[in-house]
């Protein structure tokens, strides 16, 4: 989308306020104005209706960094009234910077807007996913949490080892109780998150196709859809790949750098680790991924470009089955 605006409304986000830079493009150059809001729905629209509301508001541009939960009364509020924003992530701001001294709130913001008025031809729209997706994700991150604490509790079996029975009793009730509890919770979400894609027609059939493909399993299939925002966050698998971290990329400079081809670490680590998993039970379980696999390691090729092959592969099966609209069809299963 390449559009000029007549302003440019860089925020930055911290927990209790947003710092605003207001940037206008004028004859001698360009022109800002900063202030400092309360970090809420309510002062924000106070704030949009008194400083902007005279203005088009096809001539507005807001952009402020992906924050996450604290970004989302911004994000809410301006989705709500059909204005024009970008979510950028904060590295690329950050890297678009070039060379910078020192940091505060105000400087912040006025480089976020500086940004969104040199990289209009790079702009895709920000929008709010739908209410459900929201749900998953908040209910997967705890899900991580139940995770993180059942993998912390679990370690307290060691004691058993270099304790005596008489000191590892005092805990060992304790420590079962808690794991139990942990347990019926990590049940209780899963079940939710379940429920929230069966009430919705598309997530779940959405994520019946996922499920289709062999090696993706429930976590897989209900991360695939929060990352990709019910699948119309990316056109393509290729995309999907890149922003997953299973995309390879060369290294290479005039004569004297000659680096191997290989993946970038900016990547979403969760799924490309989920993707992993499912990767490894696909060239067990799936007749024409194993094939491959057996295939490309005879070859000399090393086993995990081989395997990162097939997480680019399943991520090609599952864009297929959703634009298809039909599971997947595993032909070889038919072969001689």
């Not at 929060?226 to 995309?247: H, M, P, S």
Request: with cysteine; hydrophobic share 40%; charged share 30%.
């Amino acid at each position: 989308m390449k559009k000029r605006f007549d302003y440019y409304i860089g925020i930055d986000i911290s927990k209790q306020t947003l710092d605003v830079s207001i940037l206008e493009e004028c004859k001698k150059g360009t022109k800002t104005e900063h202030y400092k809001i309360g970090n809420n729905k309510k002062s924000i629209a106070q704030f949009v209706k008194k400083k902007l509301g005279c203005y088009v508001p096809e001539q507005l541009l807001f952009c402020f960094e992906d924050t996450g939960i604290y970004s989302f009364p911004l994000a809410c509020y301006l989705n709500e009234n059909k204005l024009i924003y970008w979510q950028v992530p904060a590295v690329e701001i950050k890297r678009s910077k070039g060379i910078t001294r020192g940091k505060d709130d105000k400087t912040d913001a006025k480089d976020i807007a500086f940004y969104a008025y040199s990289n209009t031809h790079k702009l895709r729209p920000s929008a709010m996913p739908a209410t459900a997706i929201q749900q998953l994700k908040l209910l997967f991150a705890e899900r991580e949490k139940v995770l993180k604490a059942l993998s912390m509790f679990d370690r307290t079996v060691e004691t058993k080892e270099f304790a005596s029975k008489e000191v590892f009793e005092t805990v060992k009730d304790v420590n079962r109780s808690i794991i139990e509890r942990l347990n019926k919770n990590l049940t209780k979400i899963e079940a939710k998150m379940l429920d929230i894609i069966d009430a919705e027609e598309q997530l779940g059939q959405q994520y019946k196709l996922l499920k289709s493909v062999p090696g993706i399993g429930m976590q897989t299939a209900i991360y695939l859809l929060i990352a990709t925002k019910g699948f119309d966050a990316f056109e393509n698998w290729r995309q999907l790949a890149c922003y997953a971290g299973v995309a390879p990329f060369p290294y290479q400079s005039g004569t004297s750098i000659r680096g191997r081809t290989k993946v970038h670490p900016l990547a979403d680590k969760k799924l490309k680790s989920l993707l992993n998993m499912c990767a490894m039970v696909a060239v067990r379980h799936d007749r024409e991924l194993k094939s491959y696999y057996e295939r490309k390691t005879l070859e000399g090729k090393a086993k995990m470009l081989v395997l990162n092959n097939v997480r680019a592969k399943l991520l090609a099966r599952a864009f297929a089955v959703i634009n298809r609209g039909t599971p997947f069809a595993n032909t070889r299963k038919f072969a001689s």
